[in-house]
């Protein structure tokens, strides 16, 4: 009997400690921000600020909004494991894995937006002191780009990021303002849709942007959203001339002349393939 109770123990010996070793893998977990720069430059972006020297034309522009909505935030290691992000829920600005930045603040030229501001993606990963990259998708995925934004629930309930005429969300909204045009626009969505909400969407482009970024410490670096360098193969005192181009800036059609600068700098074509992603826009700091 006694070499019957010894077998017995000794068999519960694996599995407690796989037990623990369970019980240290989830303590190891920790909780990283991923934080969000937006500049002209080396110059702080703010909804107060006047900005010169931009785009082919040299001009200045000016704030009125900036909404991005990002998903999948992964941390890559040295050793090129990859670890997404566990987003925490906080029922304002996360909800599964998809997160909404908010850069504009509501003041000065930003008048007509909203105070409350988000620069930063917070979720868990495994601790570890090697994590020396970063991959995010900007947007949304196509299954749930076309929902009911009012029936939804944050962050996919905020209306200015509902693009109607296209069925679907904005994925990145951002308006300025040049001495030639009083709004310049650069909305990327899902385009060429056509459907509904309750029978289903078909889009021409859906825009899947991916960015990957090397030389990233979620310790000590941010990503920097660099103006400059988005608009950099753009006028932004170019004038509609109503024919071949119909408004000031893009809202991702194929042919607007505009789209090609702007979702370059995604890793875009203008009609939505992936491309080598330029260093001029996202970068890290």
Known sequence: MNAVRKLASWALVPALLLLQGCGDDEK?????????SPQVRQEALTCGGSYPDIGTSRGVIELLDFKMYLRDVTLVRANGE?????????????????ALLDFEDGTGTCATGSPEVRREVVGTAPEHDDY?????????????????????RAPLNV????????GGYKFVALDVRSRANESFYFHMGASGCRGSVPDGFTCAADNQATITLAGFDPEANQVV???????SE????????????????????????????????????????????????????
Not at 82 to 92: C, E, F, S, V, Y
Not at 159 to 166: L, T
Not at 243 to 267: V, W
């Open 82 to 98: 990859r670890h997404a992000l566990k987003l925490a829920q906080d029922g304002t600005w996360q909800r599964d894995a998809i």
């Open 159 to 166: 209306a200015p990021m509902w693009w109607s005429w296209q």
């Open 132 to 152: 020396t990259g970063l991959e995010f998708k900007v947007g949304l995925p196509p299954e749930k780009n076309h929902l009911d934004a009012e029936a939804e």
């Open 225 to 231: 959203l660099d103006l400059a360098g988005l608009y």
């Open 234 to 285: 753009l006028d932004v005192n170019r004038v509609p001339d109503g024919t071949t181009d119909m408004m000031p800036g893009c809202m991702s059609g194929a042919t607007d002349p505009e789209c090609p600068g702007f979702l370059s700098q995604f890793g875009l074509t203008a009609d939505g393939r992936p491309k080598a992603l330029p260093t001029t826009f996202f970068r890290v700091r």
């Open 28 to 36: 190891s977990d920790k909780t990283y921000t991923v934080r969000f």
